[in-house]
């Protein structure tokens, strides 16, 4: 009770209050003074919050994954965990994939869409990468370089490998070797508690900051009323029918728990993903969160969990499809059967390629785009509503990784806690 009475309003309440505090600032502020000139003394605490997520990713990262494949000592329990998790994630980032594509297909928001909406693409990096290249880039050249990139596919692949042979060393540098990572990992998470505090205030600043930036730009707004807003709404309404009906059935099917109470024990996790727009930046507080709250164990949590940030990515996938056809309509390109076939697999792709950052998915697009020969400047219709996609699906990203979670753990014979 006292402890309760000293902790006062919960974590979850005080990010929506951040973020509706954001919203209104930043309307307000934007009435009163240019974006520009308002913007920087706001700005820097999320920079700093964003940062300091980004910081503990990688140690954090590394350290669990090869505790975690450590510890499941036979290969014979990690290869069937590793097994169901990539099969869960397949499997529901291309029933979202499907879910996007059958919806966009309905509604057709692009049909006769105005193009003369597209802002210019200048940013956008071309990503032509084929599909061999995506799986020769999992093994490092250089662990270092990929640390300091921040590249998380080849970090864990590394972290799986040394957490194989760590039990194949004398098992005094085993020993070693864990109790350092141990170590190592309890200090990286007493941080992330500390982050997680600054949670409403870094959510406040990046919120703010993003309402103020849209409301300086009328004519984004005014274009949102268009096709652009049809658009959205599909994209919205696909991530909820794979985020209220789709998972949350896997959840209580497979994994046998309730999923309204797992995704309230998940709000402070799903908030923080909807307005960092970084599956990366939540995940030190899903690995948290999943132990602490939903009862799962450190194996499965630092196995499945960081696997998923990286490969797993419902959201995304969705909206791929989805602005790849909206983009076909608007151009008023007809698509086969076998070229929107074509594009689920390449969403789905793309989806494991998309690092969990905001925006991975939107230069991920591209590969998407050339896979079935659509012009790349249809990114540029998009754009100005990037972030309110980015947003949701985002913390579909992170809510499908969550489900992932409870339901390996579930099938281990794990008793959870939801
Ligand atoms: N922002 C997304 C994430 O971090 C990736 C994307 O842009 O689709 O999960």
């Given at each position: 009770?006292?402890?309760?009475?000293?902790?006062?309003?919960?974590?979850?309440?005080?990010?929506?209050?951040?973020?509706?505090?954001?919203?209104?600032?930043?309307?307000?502020?934007?009435?009163?003074?240019?974006?520009?000139?308002?913007?920087?003394?706001?700005?820097?605490?999320?920079?700093?919050?964003?940062?300091?997520?980004?910081?503990?990713?990688?140690?954090?990262?590394?350290?669990?994954?090869?505790?975690?494949?450590?510890?499941?000592?036979?290969?014979a329990a990690l290869g069937r965990i590793a097994g169901k998790t990539i099969l869960y994630?397949i499997?529901?980032?291309?029933?979202?994939?499907?879910?996007?594509?059958?919806?966009?297909?309905?509604?057709?928001?692009?049909?006769?869409?105005?193009?003369?909406?597209?802002?210019?693409?200048?940013?956008?990096?071309?990503?032509?990468?084929?599909?061999?290249?995506?799986?020769?880039?999992?093994?490092?050249?250089?662990?270092?370089?990929?640390?300091?990139?921040?590249?998380?596919?080849?970090?864990?692949?590394?972290?799986?490998?040394?957490?194989?042979?760590?039990?194949?060393?004398?098992?005094?540098?085993?020993?070693?070797?864990?109790?350092?990572?141990?170590?190592?990992?309890?200090?990286?998470?007493?941080?992330?508690?500390?982050?997680?505090?600054?949670?409403?205030?870094?959510?406040?600043?990046?919120?703010?900051?993003?309402?103020?930036?849209?409301?300086?730009?009328?004519?984004?707004?005014?274009?949102?009323?268009?096709?652009?807003?049809?658009?959205?709404?599909?994209?919205?309404?696909?991530?909820?029918?794979?985020?209220?009906?789709?998972?949350?059935?896997?959840?209580?099917?497979?994994?046998?728990?309730?999923?309204?109470?797992?995704?309230?024990?998940?709000?402070?996790?799903?908030?923080?993903?909807?307005?960092?727009?970084?599956?990366?930046?939540?995940?030190?507080?899903?690995?948290?969160?999943?132990?602490?709250?939903?009862?799962?164990?450190?194996?499965?949590?630092?196995?499945?969990?960081?696997?998923?940030?990286?490969?797993?990515?419902?959201?995304?996938?969705?909206?791929?499809?989805?602005?790849?056809?909206?983009?076909?309509?608007?151009?008023?390109?007809?698509?086969?059967?076998?070229?929107?076939?074509?594009?689920?697999?390449?969403?789905?792709?793309?989806?494991?390629?998309?690092?969990?950052?905001?925006?991975?998915?939107?230069?991920?697009?591209?590969?998407?785009?050339?896979?079935?020969?659509?012009?790349?400047?249809?990114?540029?219709?998009?754009?100005?509503?990037?972030?309110?996609?980015?947003?949701?699906?985002?913390?579909?990203?992170?809510?499908?990784?969550?489900?992932?979670?409870?339901?390996i753990?579930?099938?281990?014979?794990?008793?959870?806690?939801?």
């Amino acid at each position: 009770m006292e402890e309760a009475k000293k902790k006062g309003l919960a974590l979850h309440w005080q990010i929506l209050i951040g973020i509706g505090l954001g919203i209104a600032t930043g309307i307000l502020l934007c009435r009163i003074t240019p974006y520009e000139n308002w913007s920087p003394y706001i700005k820097w605490a999320g920079d700093i919050f964003l940062r300091g997520l980004r910081m503990i990713v990688i140690p954090l990262v590394f350290t669990s994954i090869a505790l975690g494949v450590a510890g499941m000592g036979n290969s014979a329990a990690l290869g069937r965990i590793a097994g169901k998790t990539i099969l869960y994630y397949i499997v529901t980032t291309a029933i979202a994939a499907a879910i996007g594509l059958t919806l966009v297909n309905i509604v057709k928001p692009g049909v006769g869409a105005n193009l003369n909406l597209a802002e210019k693409v200048t940013s956008i990096g071309t990503g032509e990468v084929s599909f061999i290249d995506q799986i020769v880039a999992i093994v490092p050249s250089n662990i270092f370089e990929s640390m300091a990139k921040g590249d998380l596919l080849p970090i864990i692949f590394f972290a799986i490998l040394f957490g194989l042979f760590m039990n194949k060393v004398d098992k005094k540098h085993t020993g070693t070797l864990s109790d350092l990572f141990t170590a190592i990992y309890e200090v990286i998470m007493k941080i992330t508690f500390f982050l997680i505090r600054l949670a409403p205030v870094g959510v406040f600043s990046i919120v703010a900051n993003v309402v103020g930036k849209q409301a300086n730009d009328p004519q984004a707004l005014i274009n949102m009323a268009g096709s652009l807003g049809v658009f959205v709404l599909v994209v919205w309404g696909g991530l909820l029918i794979q985020g209220a009906v789709v998972l949350p059935t896997l959840v209580r099917v497979l994994g046998k728990q309730n999923p309204w109470r797992h995704i309230s024990k998940m709000s402070t996790v799903l908030l923080t993903a909807f307005s960092t727009c970084s599956s990366g930046a939540a995940l030190p507080i899903n690995i948290r969160d999943s132990q602490e709250k939903c009862g799962i164990s450190n194996k499965i949590a630092s196995f499945v969990l960081p696997l998923g940030s990286t490969i797993n990515m419902n959201g995304t996938a969705l909206y791929e499809c989805v602005t790849a056809i909206f983009i076909a309509q608007a151009y008023g390109i007809d698509l086969t059967l076998v070229q929107q076939i074509m594009i689920i697999f390449t969403a789905l792709l793309a989806a494991i390629g998309t690092a969990g950052i905001p925006m991975a998915g939107m230069v991920m697009l591209t590969i998407v785009l050339s896979a079935v020969g659509l012009p790349l400047e249809g990114i540029g219709l998009v754009l100005a509503v990037e972030q309110l996609c980015d947003m949701p699906r985002t913390c579909i990203n992170t809510y499908g990784d969550s489900c992932g979670a409870v339901i390996i753990a579930h099938s281990e014979g794990e008793q959870l806690t939801i």
